[in-house]
């Protein structure tokens, strides 16, 4: 390691996430050491009796206050409280002592986990804009956060908050405050009436509501990518055109306990490629889409344990197919395939107006409750999806093994000339494929399935 | 070089092995090649499994890779901050003892120096 200049040991030292390793490296190395001061960011881990990587909290402000005073330039600060409680280190004197030091060069700051009880002493985001006019990123974690007193930071780019309650119903403080976001978090964020993201230069925006009854509402004409979560069917409004990438996670179970009280309405989306739709009754949630032509991904996910309830969400491919008729890569998680089963035609046919030639690629989760009723969905969805290239099954884990290898080579004997993948899914697991099959399956077939 | 019209010259690289250059040489090549894949997904975990292989060497090599990537005549960002981000890895967590022994750090401090350093960085390793 000698032989590397102090250019490349500060490269390395700039790539620890922690400043307890820095730290370490300092005591290991003079030459470590004596590049230290040129390091630009300090990210500390304060726990209660600073154990493995972290600092006590009776030592955090010292080690914190030098570390500020060593370094030349500081241009990021990342802390994170674990489970401090009480009037802590982390008051309104202790930051007014560092702040303003840094304001000139700080570009990101990090605060995580503030302890409640000195929240109410410490504005912090008052403060934060009233320094840190240079600030382009923006993470705060805080089960309170007040927006009284907040100066814009016109720098800010990225900002995530993360916090139980904000104390700006409507998000006006936030529109008005942040007005060169590119990327917005609000995550876990309740106690909100009817709030607005209104934004021009939003790229990308994950908003999380754990509201009841409550209407969301986007008016960002950038727009790329959006991800909403909200607890039960709200009404939602967006106004983003240029909306590439979108998912809707809609949590709760009784979606329909006020009929009419949610409705999704949208400007119309001119460059929506991928949807993602995630709902009790992924059905319900279809229902409420216009017709996109845009849409060439789609994903459906669907949290029922109980299919059998299922059958008046009314989710069919065929509705499927008219609301995205360009869809050309379908995924359905297991949820979502059960769904479709229970809504399946007594007949045990479901007619597609006309064969569908746009499907190019499908991957399904499935259960294998039923092996043929799901065998006759397959059936039905390939014999009239006549464009499919690639058909990806996983079925899960519980399944017996014998079960498993008849259900695939009943499919791959009816559609040799398809190219099959074959995996094992399971909750909380890596989705994991099956890379060698047996060839004897198919003496007949000279297709080679390379998985 | 090559903006120079040079192209087709011999690039003189003194201070690396021609061991160090075909491994240099091996990286560019498949994440050029990764990059004319079009199955973007399948392309990047290949890439991330290529990666990992290949920084899987001894740390004298893994210097002189650094040190080659660092090079401004070579001057590879992403075999930079593969190499370096590997040789922070191998220091996470690890005791100041630990770190010298990993990568045979000589202790070069006197011994006022060593115990200032110390008492100053005493609360992330005791």
């Known amino acids: ?451 | 070089m090559i903006e120079d019209d040079y192209a087709n010259t011999t690039v003189p690289l003194p201070n690396v092995t021609s061991m160090i250059i075909s491994k240099v040489i091996e990286y560019c090549k498949k994440h050029v090649e990764s990059a004319k894949n079009e199955d973007k997904k399948t392309a990047e975990e290949d890439l991330k499994n290529f990666d990992s292989e290949f920084v899987k060497v001894d740390k004298d090599t893994l210097f002189d890779l650094i040190l080659a990537s660092a090079a401004n005549y070579l001057n590879i960002k992403s075999l930079l901050d593969l190499t370096c981000q590997t040789a922070a890895d191998m220091i996470k967590g690890k005791t100041p003892e630990e770190v010298r022994k990993t990568f045979n750090i000589k202790n070069d401090f006197t011994p006022e120096e060593e115990a200032e350093v110390r008492r100053e960085n005493a609360w992330a390793f005791e």
């Open chain 1, 1 to 451: 390691m000698d032989k590397l200049p102090e250019s490349l040991l500060l490269e390395i030292l700039s790539r620890l996430d922690n400043s307890a390793d820095v730290a370490c490296c300092r005591v290991a190395s003079k030459a470590f050491n004596n590049v230290f001061p040129d390091l630009r960011s300090i990210s500390l881990l304060c726990s209660r009796f600073g154990t493995s990587g972290s600092v006590s909290w009776s030592c955090f402000k010292k080690v914190f206050l030098d570390l500020i005073s060593k370094l030349r330039v500081v241009e990021s600060v990342c802390i994170r409280l674990h489970r401090v409680v009480g009037v802590g280190p982390f008051d309104e004197d202790f930051v007014k002592e560092w702040l303003p030091r840094v304001s000139q060069t700080l570009k990101s700051l990090s605060l995580s986990d503030l302890p409640f009880p000195c929240l109410s002493q410490l504005n912090i985001l008052h403060l934060i804009s009233k320094y840190c006019h240079n600030l382009a990123e923006l993470n705060l974690r805080s089960a309170w956060l007040s927006v009284s007193n907040l100066n814009p930071i016109p720098m800010l780019t990225t900002l995530t908050l993360e916090s139980r309650i904000l104390q700006d119903p409507h998000l006006n403080q936030l529109n008005k405050c942040f007005p060169n976001l590119r990327v917005l978090n609000l995550i876990c964020v309740r106690e909100l009436q009817d709030p607005k993201i209104h934004h021009f230069n939003l790229q990308t925006c994950h908003w999380s509501v754990y509201n009841h009854h409550t209407s969301l509402t986007l008016i960002t004409p950038n727009l790329i990518t959006l991800k909403i979560e909200c607890l039960c069917y709200t009404a939602i409004h967006i106004e983003a055109p240029m909306l590439s990438h979108f998912h809707l996670s809609v949590d709760g179970p009784k979606v329909y306990e006020h009929p009419g009280a949610g409705a999704f309405t949208a400007q119309k989306f001119e460059n929506l490629k991928t949807l993602w739709l995630d709902s009790f009754y992924v059905g319900f949630l279809l229902s409420e889409f216009p017709t996109i032509k845009t849409v060439e991904t789609l994903i459906l996910g669907s949290r029922n344990k109980a299919p059998r309830d299922a059958r008046d969400s009314k989710l069919t491919l065929g509705e499927v197919f008219r609301v995205f008729p360009n869809v050309s890569s379908l995924r359905i998680n297991s949820g979502a395939w059960s769904e479709l089963e229970a809504c399946l035609d007594p007949q045990g046919w479901e007619i597609l107006d006309g064969s569908n030639k746009g499907l190019k690629t499908i991957c399904a989760y499935l259960m294998l409750v039923d092996p043929s009723l799901t065998f006759s969905y397959v059936v039905c969805l390939l014999d009239q999806c006549v464009g499919l290239s690639v058909v990806s099954l996983l079925i899960h884990s519980g399944v017996d093994g014998t079960q498993c290898k008849s259900f695939r080579s009943k499919c791959m004997a009816r559609w040799p000339g398809l190219k099959w993948r074959w995996g094992i899914w399971d909750e909380g697991m890596k989705d994991t494929w099956i890379t060698d099959l047996q060839i004897t399956e198919h003496p007949k077939s000279s297709k080679k399935f390379r998985l």
